[in-house]
């Protein structure tokens, strides 16, 4: 994700420091990481059948966004709505496994 540049409304969702508590996590950036867990997990099942990238390429880009406060608060608030697999996944990559 280095290198990505994202739009006015979206510029904190990459941002390691933001104060969440004085600006709660905004519509545009719930909307984006949610599209993020669903790109998430359509390569993970892609390539759990060894379609696309290596699974340990997706593990640690998974624990790279999910560790940034934006990500992680809506992954909080969304993972009960996911599919076990991916929130195993996720939990397991965040947690250094």
Same mark, same amino acid.
């Given at each position: 994700m280095?290198g990505?540049?994202? !739009?006015?409304e979206?510029?904190?969702? &990459?941002?390691? !420091? %933001?104060?969440?508590?004085?600006?709660p =996590? !905004? $519509?545009?950036? !719930?909307?984006? %990481?949610?599209?993020?867990?669903?790109?998430?997990? *359509? $390569?993970?099942?892609f *390539?759990?059948? @060894?379609? #696309? %990238?290596?699974? /340990?390429?997706?593990?640690?880009?998974?624990k790279?966004?999910f560790? &940034?406060?934006i990500p992680?608060? =809506?992954?909080?608030?969304? @993972?009960?709505?996911?599919?076990?697999?991916?929130?195993?996944? #996720?939990e397991?990559?965040?947690? /250094?496994?």
């Open positions: 280095l990505v540049t994202l !739009t006015k979206l510029h904190r969702v &990459l941002k390691k !420091t %933001v104060d969440l508590k004085s600006h =996590v !905004t $519509a545009d950036e !719930t909307m984006f %990481v949610i599209f993020v867990i669903f790109q998430l997990y *359509s $390569a993970l099942r *390539s759990n059948q @060894k379609l #696309v %990238v290596d699974i /340990g390429d997706l593990r640690k880009d998974a790279d966004f560790s &940034l406060p992680r608060a =809506v992954w909080e608030e969304k @993972k009960g709505y996911q599919n076990r697999i991916l929130v195993n996944f #996720v397991s990559a965040l947690s /250094g496994g």
